[in-house]
């Protein structure tokens, strides 16, 4: 058995050893699959706690419990831009889909726009 677990699909080989072919997957893990097919929405996501998807179409499992960027304006920096933000739970210890999870929208010179639970805030006010 492996000394850590094989994601998207991969078997165990090696106690430090995943095969990866089934979906394409790279990392140790299989925590990254390519997504190169013409169903690819040319979008960023994230659902779960720990899973993403990039506008490259590349899916990762990255179990961290921090605040992540999805999307940021790459433009002059010293403009307001929008940014989009994911907040994981930073005590999330059980199953990663009973943890909350929080989205920060931030629009230029409007402020933030967060989405947690089924509760909406604008600026801090509900």
């Given at each position: 058995?492996?000394?850590?677990?094989?994601?998207?699909?991969?078997?165990?080989?090696?106690?430090?050893?995943?095969?990866?072919?089934?979906?394409?997957?790279?990392g140790?893990?299989?925590?990254?699959?390519?997504?190169?097919?013409?169903?690819?929405?040319?979008?960023?996501?994230?659902?779960g706690?720990?899973n993403?998807?990039?506008?490259d179409?590349?899916?990762?499992?990255?179990?961290?419990?921090?605040?992540?960027?999805?999307?940021?304006?790459?433009?002059?920096?010293?403009?307001?831009?929008?940014?989009?933000?994911?907040?994981?739970?930073?005590?999330?210890?059980?199953?990663?889909?009973?943890?909350?999870?929080?989205?920060?929208?931030?629009?230029?010179?409007?402020?933030?726009?967060?989405?947690?639970?089924?509760?909406?805030?604008?600026?801090?006010?509900?």
């Open positions: 058995p492996c000394s850590f677990p094989c994601l998207n699909g991969g078997q165990c080989v090696h106690p430090e050893s995943c095969d990866c072919s089934l979906y394409q997957a790279t140790t893990r299989c925590q990254t699959v390519p997504n190169p097919g013409f169903e690819r929405e040319m979008a960023c996501r994230s659902w706690q720990y993403y998807e990039t506008f179409g590349l899916y990762y499992h990255f179990p961290g419990r921090c605040t992540y960027t999805l999307l940021r304006d790459c433009e002059d920096t010293s403009q307001a831009s929008i940014l989009i933000q994911v907040h994981n739970d930073p005590d999330c210890r059980s199953s990663p889909y009973s943890c909350t999870r929080s989205v920060s929208l931030f629009l230029p010179w409007e402020g933030e726009i967060r989405l947690h639970r089924s509760k909406v805030t604008f600026k801090g006010q509900r």
